[in-house]
């Protein structure tokens, strides 16, 4: 190949890199030009879907365009990840979903698409502890009597979870391993089962996000034990945390974020970002996340990506040391 030849094939590379660069760009400042689809994960009610909606009306403003929250639950929460590793990647459907994403591998080891390749962090929005409950039938108001109590009578205790790998199953396993409390792992196929028979007293604990356990303690029906944040949360002020109750160290939360299809612009994902940030970080839309239990985050897509690493090591680990079934 002659010097020529090689100067005009760099100059085609070149070229091409560059209109491939000018057509990112354009696409980024035209957008949105169309509703922007939020895919829920998850059924209505939860604390995806709740922060989803209490988002919209915000972003769509934000936006100009109208934002559509569709919720797509299943095999907790893959079927509305798959559908949105299948879209395009022009930031018109992104994904909203929380903490058990990151042990996706874990769970399922046969899933259609990889998380870590076909979803790029837009930002976690909020995140808040959970809460160890109790049936008001156990006869143990505090973590150090629940865990005498585990031991004197091992076979007394059962915690529900939303299935293997979810936050609170690995949450509860987490607590075990550092308390040596005893308390068989039962798995439910979402989270209203699990809780009617938390309820119930079929089970008898439970690590709940805030959100969701905040109504059943303010009406007696669970008491609340402690929770896993590092600090307490206003809505449970009165309630210790894990590491207060003689367990230095121990953090745990829950979380709500949002990812885009691979390859979506970076301009696009840097929009949302900002969007969400300046929503967050609103008095009213943080005082609101507050009542809930929730604290907003809006950290960057880098911030993010980190952490969702940072955390599937975590679980892996702990799934290894405590040789864990994920079926």
């Known amino acids: 190949m002659t010097e020529t030849q090689q100067a005009r094939g760099l100059f085609r590379r070149a070229a091409m890199v560059l209109a ?36 919209q009306p915000r972003l769509q403003s934000a936006l100009g365009q109208p934002v559509i929250v ?48 076909d979803l790029a962090p837009v930002t976690q929005i909020a995140r808040n502890p959970l809460i160890l409950v109790v049936n008001p039938q ?35 396993e987490l607590f075990k391993a550092i308390s040596d409390a005893q308390a068989m792992h039962v798995p439910y196929k979402g989270g ?5 028979d938390l309820l119930g007293g079929q089970v008898q604990m439970m690590f709940l996000s805030a959100v969701l356990a905040q109504p059943h303690v303010q009406s ?40 885009a299809p691979a390859a979506t612009p970076k301009p ?14 609103d008095p009213a839309f943080a005082a609101r996340l507050q009542e809930q239990g929730l604290s907003g985050i809006a950290n960057t897509p880098e911030q993010f990506a980190s952490a969702l690493k940072t ?9 290894r040391e405590r040789q864990l079934s994920m079926e």
């Open 311 to 319: 955390e599937s090591q975590q679980w892996a680990k702990l799934v």
């Open 20 to 55: 491939a660069c000018s057509a990112t760009a354009a696409m980024a400042q035209s957008w949105p030009a169309k509703p922007v689809h939020l895919v829920v994960a998850f059924p209505p009610g939860g604390i995806v879907d709740t922060v989803a909606r209490q988002l």
């Open 220 to 259: 007696g029906k669970l008491l609340a034990v402690a929770q896993t944040g590092a600090q307490r949360v206003p809505a449970f002020a009165a309630v210790p945390t894990v590491a207060e109750s003689g367990y230095p160290g121990f953090e745990v939360h829950s979380w709500v974020g949002l990812l």
């Open 268 to 281: 696009v994902i840097e929009r949302l970002h900002q969007e969400i940030k300046r929503i967050v970080q």
């Open 138 to 172: 156990v006869k143990a108001t505090t973590v150090k009597e629940l865990v005498t109590l585990s031991k004197a009578e091992p076979h007394a205790l059962n915690y529900a979870s939303v299935g293997a790998g979810s936050s609170n199953h690995l949450t509860a």
């Open 70 to 117: 569709e919720n797509r639950a299943g095999a907790g929460g893959t079927v509305g990840a798959a559908e949105v590793t299948r879209a395009a990647p022009d930031g018109y459907k992104l994904l909203m979903t929380f903490d058990s994403y990151a042990t996706y591998s874990l769970t399922y080891p046969k899933l259609p698409f990889q998380p870590a390749k």
């Open 192 to 196: 209203g089962p699990a809780m009617q």
